[in-house]
């Protein structure tokens, strides 16, 4: 019996995941060969791979650049290449599932930046997972018992410009076309860390280039798949797949790189993914 829509989109949304957790293990394994400007230019270059899979039949390049709202394309513009730098540094210095439990406060994130920025009110339920979510860093991190480092500051920051970048996206949703609205955060990415890169840069070594086109080119197939998922699934369907990829970090992190998570990390990576589940709850509820 043929596979109905929406599972189809489930396992495309699985299969992004497992796209992006190949491409963050990419970057990991250049183990700061590279500075990390460096490294996040060549793979918002090689995501240029995701462009014509975006663009419309018959819809000129020039679209990219076309928008209703100039300081939102700005926005984008700006906001990615700072979200793509902390992702380089925190997967540079920190194991890998210790940098996804930061970053996966997104979701947490978004209901705060939300409300400041967009007036939009969230129920109990979303402020309770608010409080899950800083409750699951505390856990896992336990700042004043183990040191922190700016691999944490990068995974942090990363959050917070992902919840921007959310933000972004959804003030222009409707309005504004796919290609302008991937193509800002990508041409960011590439002006804004080529300039930063151009003091120190680095040409990478043959094994260098290739973990660097792995990691563009996975995020950018992860980004055609999600796209893809979202067309043949609704989101609230999609959202608990994107937790997959903390199993994906322990596992590549383990096999990989030899990390290994104790107790507290592993019970602040479930509180953690628990918070960003009730952020998924139905607004009809009144969560």
Known sequence: MPMDRTARGILISFASYLAFSFSDASVKLIQGGLPPYESAFFGS??????????????????????TSNVWLWLARFLISPASVIGSVVAFTHLPMAEAMALM??????????ARLLLGERSGPARWAAVLVGLLGVLVALRPGLRELSIGHLGALVTGITGALKVMAFRAGRGRENSLALFGA?????????????????????????????????????????????????????L?????????????????LFGDTADGPMLLGLVLIAGSGLLTLLPRRTGA
């Open 104 to 113: 996966f406060l997104l979701p947490v994130h978004s209901i705060i930046l």
């Open 185 to 237: 955060c990508l041409l960011g990415g590439i002006v804004v860390c080529g300039l930063l890169a151009l003091p120190e840069l680095v040409a990478p070594s043959p094994a260098q280039w290739a973990k660097l086109a792995s990691y563009g080119l996975l995020a950018a197939v992860g980004n055609v798949l999600t796209m893809r998922a979202t067309r043949l699934t609704p989101a609230a369907w």
């Open 239 to 255: 959202g608990p797949t994107q937790y997959s990829q903390i199993l994906w970090a322990l596992l590549f992190g383990y096999v």
């Open 45 to 66: 270059l090689f995501g240029l791979a995701v462009l014509p899979f975006v663009r419309r039949r018959g819809e000129p390049w020039t679209d990219i650049f076309a």
